[in-house]
């Protein structure tokens, strides 16, 4: 069975066309220089609330029934997912109730209350604030839109994957940052529908890669999550995994993971090189290529998912000498 195919990832891209943005797909000289074949780089860094994680969210939305919209919507997030809910619920004018742990960042939390959605910090894990999620649901019947195991918002996540299809048939790797795997499921499942013999690589970090670790182990599996320059790629991939797991499991060519110098390195390029303010999340990509982790072979496709990054450990990044310690949490003086 396959639950989000490709027709449902069209479907997808006619329902969110005209909500979402279609994001540029950038060349890059010098990493097109360092790989020595064309790379292009998907800067979904460029969409409303600063993540493509608007598509997902926004094909979620429309797809709810009356009744639900209604009701309202509730929903944990590390902060660009709750973002992207709010966003996309004020858009159609229903309440958004957004629970988070302690571990987000306060830049994130803020956004989320500016675009009007209720905040609740519950905790310091996703696991946590999915517990208030749950309890949400039964006590006061608010319909929960989960932040990648859902299958409408698999399939906005893939209109990513039709977009590069459409404009460089000629691709033939793709590079995902991969966290719960909504955005490397259906951007992978869009990809290979229309160039089958294309790669898709999926790029997480070291510190607490829950979908590596549970790949590895054949089944969905529990990782301490820690800080890191890429704070969402943080959390897990849930126990009771429908989606996500089976699809990256059968979708992705590899995956590889990366250190926090790697991950600093590829924010000091995208700001440097590109001229281009990405999170660590939305750098891996970029990181993995200079880090010469990747066999790039022909024309290659960076999705850089994301740019909302604190200002502050941005510039201290940026600033910081190549190969300089910089911690997730504090900034190096
Ligand atoms: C959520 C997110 C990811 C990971 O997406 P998954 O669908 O959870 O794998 C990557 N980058 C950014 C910026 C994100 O917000």
Do not use: W
């Amino acid at each position: 069975m396959i639950a989000v195919g490709p027709d449902r990832i069209a479907e997808a891209q006619a329902r969110i066309a005209g909500r979402v943005r279609r994001t540029p797909l950038a060349p890059s000289p010098s990493l097109s220089a360092r790989a020595g074949a064309p790379v292009l780089l998907k800067l979904e860094s460029h969409q409303a609330t600063g993540s493509f994680k608007l598509r997902g969210a926004t094909n979620a939305v429309l797809s709810l029934s009356q009744e639900a919209r209604q009701r309202g919507l509730v929903t944990a997030s590390t902060g660009n997912h709750g973002r992207a809910l709010a966003h996309a619920a004020k858009a159609e004018g229903v309440r958004a109730v957004i629970c988070m742990s302690a571990l987000v960042p306060a830049n994130k939390v803020e956004a989320v209350r500016a675009l009007g959605a209720e905040v609740r910090i519950v905790g310091r894990s996703q696991d946590d604030a999915q517990e208030e999620v749950e309890r949400l649901v039964r006590e006061a019947g608010l319909t929960a839109v989960p932040p990648f195991d859902h299958a409408e918002v698999i399939a906005g996540q893939g209109t990513i994957g039709l977009e590069i299809a459409e404009a460089r048939p000629d691709a033939e790797l793709v590079l995902v940052p991969l966290s719960g795997g909504g955005l490397a499921a259906g951007t992978a499942m869009a990809v290979k529908s229309r160039l089958p013999r294309a790669r898709v690589i999926g790029v997480s970090m070291e510190r607490g890669a829950a979908m590596h670790e549970s790949l590895r182990a054949g089944r969905p599996v529990l990782v301490e999550e820690m800080e890191t320059l890429a704070d969402s790629l943080g959390g897990g991939i849930g126990l009771e995994n429908r989606y996500t797991f089976a699809m990256c499991r059968d979708l992705l060519d590899e995956i590889v993971l990366l250190s926090e110098e790697e991950i600093a390195g590829g924010i000091r390029h995208a700001f440097t090189a590109e001229g281009e303010i990405v999170e660590g999340a939305g750098a891996v990509g970029i990181a993995a290529l200079l880090a010469g982790k990747v066999e790039v072979k022909g024309p290659t496709v960076v999705v850089v998912s994301g740019r909302n990054i604190d200002e502050a450990l941005h510039g201290s990044i940026v600033n910081a000498a190549a190969g300089e310690a910089v911690s997730p949490g504090g900034y190096t003086p």
